[in-house]
């Protein structure tokens, strides 16, 4: 990996800290992008004082020009982005019979609308150079829904759906798209879901935990390898065995 530059969206907290931070790690120069200007900044100070090359850039995906923005700034900072991690997310949770259209819109703006615009900016350079990497952070609730979670499932399932179509694509062109599906974890975003709904899941996992965000960073990494040279449209699960294919 070394000498490559990934872009991590939402990477801030929780997993897009992980992922910002093993991707350093391995020697990337990595652009770390969050809505709030301060957690991207301190996680790009984390990994300078670990020794890694970081930037930090806000942003709101989900915004035309808050994207090309982002991209902007990753280009600016490390030439190009060879690796893009569409992380970016947010949680709300509600009976479906509750949910307000804006509660519906913004889900699918940051999650939907958001992988697709910073797919879209990152994508003419990989295609003209014949190399790059798009790893979309999914949901296992994609697959299997979640119960006052419709909204978050619909948008997850989207994201599997793109990464799928988006494969078929650009595979051939030298553009790996793949996409992580994690079951619950360790972060701020899960913890804003109830007690009860958390302890009802935890419960209900074969493997009896929550994974932790660096689980899912370790995922991430193996897709962004040439050890995954094989692996295209392919939606991987480090789930507690919420998930079984």
Same mark, same amino acid.
């Given at each position: 990996m070394a000498?490559?530059?990934? &872009?991590?969206?939402?990477?801030?907290s929780g997993i897009g800290r992980a992922v910002a931070v093993k991707l350093a790690a391995e020697g990337y120069a990595v652009t770390v992008n969050d809505?709030? $200007? $301060?957690?991207?900044?301190? =996680? $790009? +100070?984390? /990994? #300078?004082?670990?020794?890694?090359?970081?930037?930090? =850039?806000?942003?709101d995906v989900s915004a035309e020009a808050d994207a090309a923005a982002i991209h902007a700034a990753a280009v600016g900072a490390h030439g190009t982005v060879s690796l893009l991690v569409n992380n970016a997310? /947010?949680?709300?949770?509600a009976p479906f019979e509750n949910l307000e259209v804006a +509660?519906?819109?913004r889900m699918f703006a940051v999650h939907v609308r958001g992988t697709f615009l910073m797919t879209r900016a990152v994508l003419p350079a990989m295609l003209a150079e014949g190399a790059g990497v798009v790893i979309?952070?999914?949901?296992? &609730?994609?697959? /299997? @829904?979640?119960?006052?979670?419709?909204?978050?499932? @619909?948008a997850k399932a989207a994201i599997i759906g793109m990464t799928k179509a988006l494969a078929r694509e650009v595979s051939a062109r030298g553009v790996r798209v793949n996409a992580v599906a994690p079951g619950p974890i360790n972060t701020p975003l899960?913890?804003? &879901?109830?007690e009860d709904w958390r302890a009802a899941? #935890? $419960?209900?996992?074969? !493997?009896?935990? *929550?994974?932790? %965000?660096?689980?899912?960073?370790?995922?991430?990494? *193996?897709?962004?390898? %040439?050890?995954?040279?094989? *692996? =295209?449209?392919?939606? !991987?699960? %480090?789930?507690?065995? +919420?998930?079984?294919?």
């Open positions: 000498g490559r530059s990934a &872009l991590v969206t939402g990477a801030g809505l709030s $200007a $301060a957690r991207a900044e301190a =996680v $790009a +100070d984390e /990994i #300078r004082a670990a020794g890694g090359t970081a930037a930090a =850039v806000a942003g997310g /947010i949680a709300h949770q +509660d519906f819109d979309n952070i999914a949901s296992q &609730l994609g697959q /299997i @829904g979640g119960v006052e979670l419709v909204h978050y499932s @619909g899960v913890m804003e &879901l109830s899941k #935890r $419960a209900g996992l074969p !493997l009896g935990r *929550f994974g932790e %965000p660096e689980e899912v960073a370790e995922t991430v990494a *193996f897709l962004a390898s %040439p050890a995954a040279s094989l *692996f =295209v449209g392919q939606t !991987l699960g %480090p789930n507690s065995g +919420d998930v079984m294919l």
